[in-house]
Protein backbone atom coordinates (compact mmCIF):
# COMPACT_ATOMS: atom_id res chain seq x y z
CA UNK A 1 0.00 0.00 0.00
CA UNK A 2 1.46 3.24 -1.09
CA UNK A 3 1.87 5.82 1.73
CA UNK A 4 0.33 8.23 0.03
CA UNK A 5 -3.12 7.46 -1.92
CA UNK A 6 -5.06 9.92 -4.19
CA UNK A 7 -8.80 8.95 -5.60
CA UNK A 8 -10.13 9.05 -7.94
CA UNK A 9 -7.06 7.41 -10.68
CA UNK A 10 -8.82 9.17 -13.70
CA UNK A 11 -12.08 11.32 -13.69
CA UNK A 12 -13.93 13.32 -16.85
CA UNK A 13 -16.34 15.50 -16.14
CA UNK A 14 -18.43 18.12 -18.04
CA UNK A 15 -17.31 21.86 -18.18
CA UNK A 16 -18.59 23.61 -15.50
CA UNK A 17 -18.91 21.32 -13.03
CA UNK A 18 -16.92 20.84 -9.43
CA UNK A 19 -14.27 18.81 -8.85
CA UNK A 20 -13.00 16.98 -5.87
CA UNK A 21 -9.94 15.23 -5.91
CA UNK A 22 -8.86 13.30 -2.71
CA UNK A 23 -5.58 12.32 -0.89
CA UNK A 24 -5.26 10.17 2.20
CA UNK A 25 -1.45 9.36 3.61
CA UNK A 26 -0.88 7.45 6.36
CA UNK A 27 2.70 8.85 7.40
CA UNK A 28 3.47 12.48 9.39
CA UNK A 29 3.90 14.93 7.16
CA UNK A 30 4.88 18.51 7.55
CA UNK A 31 3.50 19.65 4.58
CA UNK A 32 1.29 18.55 1.50
CA UNK A 33 1.81 19.97 -1.71
CA UNK A 34 -0.62 19.70 -5.16
CA UNK A 35 1.21 19.63 -8.14
CA UNK A 36 -0.51 19.97 -11.80
CA UNK A 37 0.84 18.51 -15.07
CA UNK A 38 -0.28 19.33 -18.25
CA UNK A 39 0.21 16.73 -20.86
CA UNK A 40 3.91 16.83 -22.12
CA UNK A 41 4.22 19.35 -19.85
CA UNK A 42 6.18 20.26 -16.73
CA UNK A 43 5.43 20.54 -12.99
CA UNK A 44 3.33 23.53 -11.44
CA UNK A 45 3.31 24.00 -8.02
CA UNK A 46 -0.68 25.05 -6.94
CA UNK A 47 -0.58 24.96 -3.24
CA UNK A 48 1.30 23.88 -0.25
CA UNK A 49 -0.81 23.33 3.15
CA UNK A 50 -0.04 22.11 6.46
CA UNK A 51 -3.03 23.33 7.99
CA UNK A 52 -7.01 24.58 6.95
CA UNK A 53 -7.53 25.44 3.79
CA UNK A 54 -6.24 27.64 0.89
CA UNK A 55 -7.72 29.20 -2.47
CA UNK A 56 -6.65 30.75 -5.63
CA UNK A 57 -8.53 31.16 -8.08
CA UNK A 58 -11.20 28.15 -8.80
CA UNK A 59 -9.10 26.25 -7.41
CA UNK A 60 -8.99 25.07 -3.43
CA UNK A 61 -6.70 22.42 -1.47
CA UNK A 62 -7.97 21.32 1.89
CA UNK A 63 -6.01 19.68 4.51
CA UNK A 64 -7.74 17.77 7.60
CA UNK A 65 -4.25 16.65 10.01
CA UNK A 66 -5.61 14.71 12.27
CA UNK A 67 -7.53 12.31 9.15
CA UNK A 68 -4.69 12.22 7.47
CA UNK A 69 -6.31 13.39 4.06
CA UNK A 70 -6.52 16.69 1.75
CA UNK A 71 -8.56 17.24 -1.16
CA UNK A 72 -8.13 19.73 -4.13
CA UNK A 73 -11.32 21.20 -5.27
CA UNK A 74 -12.03 22.92 -8.59
CA UNK A 75 -15.02 24.89 -8.91
CA UNK A 76 -16.53 26.03 -12.57
CA UNK A 77 -14.10 23.38 -14.29
CA UNK A 78 -12.90 24.37 -17.41
CA UNK A 79 -11.36 22.27 -20.43
CA UNK A 80 -8.37 24.00 -19.86
CA UNK A 81 -8.08 22.22 -16.45
CA UNK A 82 -7.69 19.16 -17.91
CA UNK A 83 -4.39 17.58 -16.72
CA UNK A 84 -2.59 15.27 -13.97
CA UNK A 85 -3.15 16.50 -10.49
CA UNK A 86 -0.48 15.32 -8.15
CA UNK A 87 -0.25 15.05 -4.33
CA UNK A 88 3.09 15.46 -2.77
CA UNK A 89 3.50 14.63 1.21
CA UNK A 90 6.81 16.09 2.75
CA UNK A 91 8.38 14.19 5.69
CA UNK A 92 10.05 16.06 8.61
CA UNK A 93 13.37 15.61 8.18
CA UNK A 94 14.31 13.83 11.27
CA UNK A 95 11.71 11.39 10.55
CA UNK A 96 12.89 10.17 7.54
CA UNK A 97 17.16 10.51 6.73
CA UNK A 98 16.37 10.75 2.76
CA UNK A 99 13.47 10.20 0.30
CA UNK A 100 11.86 13.32 2.27
CA UNK A 101 9.11 13.95 -0.50
CA UNK A 102 6.38 10.90 -1.39
CA UNK A 103 4.40 11.35 -4.44
CA UNK A 104 0.85 9.74 -5.06
CA UNK A 105 0.28 8.11 -8.66
CA UNK A 106 -1.88 11.41 -9.64
CA UNK A 107 -5.11 11.59 -10.48
CA UNK A 108 -5.93 12.15 -14.58
CA UNK A 109 -8.57 14.68 -14.74
CA UNK A 110 -10.37 15.39 -18.20
CA UNK A 111 -12.75 18.03 -18.93
CA UNK A 112 -15.61 18.05 -21.82
CA UNK A 113 -16.32 20.99 -23.15
CA UNK B 1 6.06 30.93 -7.84
CA UNK B 2 9.32 29.20 -6.88
CA UNK B 3 12.92 29.62 -7.34
CA UNK B 4 13.61 26.72 -8.44
CA UNK B 5 15.03 26.54 -12.01
CA UNK B 6 15.84 23.32 -14.01
CA UNK B 7 17.63 23.44 -17.23
CA UNK B 8 16.91 22.92 -20.19
CA UNK B 9 12.96 22.12 -19.99
CA UNK B 10 13.42 20.15 -23.04
CA UNK B 11 15.85 18.00 -24.29
CA UNK B 12 16.31 15.03 -27.00
CA UNK B 13 19.20 12.68 -26.95
CA UNK B 14 20.58 9.40 -28.97
CA UNK B 15 20.62 6.50 -26.96
CA UNK B 16 24.52 6.15 -25.44
CA UNK B 17 24.76 9.57 -25.15
CA UNK B 18 25.60 11.44 -21.73
CA UNK B 19 23.27 14.13 -20.46
CA UNK B 20 23.37 16.48 -18.29
CA UNK B 21 20.07 18.27 -15.88
CA UNK B 22 20.91 21.45 -13.54
CA UNK B 23 18.61 22.18 -10.99
CA UNK B 24 19.14 25.43 -8.96
CA UNK B 25 17.84 25.56 -5.30
CA UNK B 26 15.54 27.87 -3.53
CA UNK B 27 17.52 30.32 -1.52
CA UNK B 28 18.57 29.19 1.90
CA UNK B 29 18.11 25.50 1.06
CA UNK B 30 20.97 23.48 1.13
CA UNK B 31 19.04 20.43 0.25
CA UNK B 32 18.62 19.16 -3.60
CA UNK B 33 16.25 15.82 -4.54
CA UNK B 34 15.80 14.08 -8.01
CA UNK B 35 12.93 11.99 -9.04
CA UNK B 36 12.35 10.30 -12.49
CA UNK B 37 8.95 10.34 -13.64
CA UNK B 38 8.13 8.01 -16.46
CA UNK B 39 5.00 8.50 -18.35
CA UNK B 40 1.88 7.47 -17.19
CA UNK B 41 4.11 7.15 -13.54
CA UNK B 42 4.44 8.59 -10.05
CA UNK B 43 7.76 10.58 -9.70
CA UNK B 44 10.41 7.92 -8.34
CA UNK B 45 13.14 9.25 -5.94
CA UNK B 46 16.50 8.99 -7.43
CA UNK B 47 18.74 10.92 -4.85
CA UNK B 48 19.68 13.67 -2.76
CA UNK B 49 22.24 15.86 -1.58
CA UNK B 50 22.38 17.62 1.02
CA UNK B 51 25.51 20.12 1.83
CA UNK B 52 27.52 18.44 -1.44
CA UNK B 53 27.00 15.11 -0.40
CA UNK B 54 24.78 12.41 -1.63
CA UNK B 55 22.54 11.73 1.25
CA UNK B 56 20.24 9.07 0.07
CA UNK B 57 19.11 7.01 -3.22
CA UNK B 58 16.94 4.95 -4.46
CA UNK B 59 16.90 2.26 -7.13
CA UNK B 60 19.00 4.02 -10.01
CA UNK B 61 22.00 2.45 -11.49
CA UNK B 62 25.42 3.62 -11.07
CA UNK B 63 25.03 5.17 -14.20
CA UNK B 64 22.90 8.06 -12.58
CA UNK B 65 25.03 10.37 -10.57
CA UNK B 66 25.17 13.77 -9.27
CA UNK B 67 26.72 16.75 -8.15
CA UNK B 68 26.24 19.38 -5.83
CA UNK B 69 27.94 22.61 -5.72
CA UNK B 70 28.55 25.44 -3.12
CA UNK B 71 26.16 27.15 -3.95
CA UNK B 72 23.93 24.60 -3.76
CA UNK B 73 22.55 24.11 -6.96
CA UNK B 74 22.71 20.19 -9.00
CA UNK B 75 23.36 18.55 -11.39
CA UNK B 76 21.75 14.72 -12.60
CA UNK B 77 24.10 13.17 -15.16
CA UNK B 78 23.07 10.25 -16.85
CA UNK B 79 25.83 8.22 -19.03
CA UNK B 80 24.94 5.31 -21.61
CA UNK B 81 21.21 6.99 -22.14
CA UNK B 82 18.37 3.93 -22.85
CA UNK B 83 15.31 4.28 -24.36
CA UNK B 84 13.58 4.09 -20.62
CA UNK B 85 15.57 6.39 -19.95
CA UNK B 86 13.07 9.03 -21.59
CA UNK B 87 11.24 10.77 -18.58
CA UNK B 88 10.13 14.02 -16.80
CA UNK B 89 13.31 14.69 -14.63
CA UNK B 90 11.98 16.88 -11.52
CA UNK B 91 14.07 18.32 -9.05
CA UNK B 92 13.07 19.46 -5.56
CA UNK B 93 15.06 21.83 -3.01
CA UNK B 94 14.12 21.91 0.70
CA UNK B 95 16.02 22.71 4.37
CA UNK B 96 15.78 21.27 7.58
CA UNK B 97 12.48 22.67 8.58
CA UNK B 98 11.51 24.53 5.61
CA UNK B 99 9.05 23.14 2.87
CA UNK B 100 10.20 21.42 -0.13
CA UNK B 101 9.93 23.76 -3.74
CA UNK B 102 10.11 21.80 -6.64
CA UNK B 103 11.50 22.80 -10.22
CA UNK B 104 8.96 22.53 -13.68
CA UNK B 105 10.43 19.90 -14.73
CA UNK B 106 13.02 18.63 -17.51
CA UNK B 107 11.81 16.57 -20.39
CA UNK B 108 14.29 14.30 -21.35
CA UNK B 109 13.22 11.79 -24.68
CA UNK B 110 15.81 9.25 -26.00
CA UNK B 111 16.11 8.24 -29.52
Known amino acids: KNEVEQSPQNLTAQEGEFITINCSYSVGISALHWLQQHPGGGIVSLFMLSSGKKKHGRLIATINIQEKHSSLHITASHPRDSAVYIC???????????????FGKGTRLHILP | ETGVTQSPTHLIKTRGQQVTLRCSSQ?????VSWYQQALGQGPQFIFQYYREEENGRGNFPPRFSGLQFPNYSSELNVNALELDDSALYLC??????????FGQGTRLTVV
Open chain 2, 92 to 101: ASSSYRAEAF
Open chain 1, 88 to 102: AATRPRYMNRDDKII
Open chain 2, 27 to 31: SGHNT
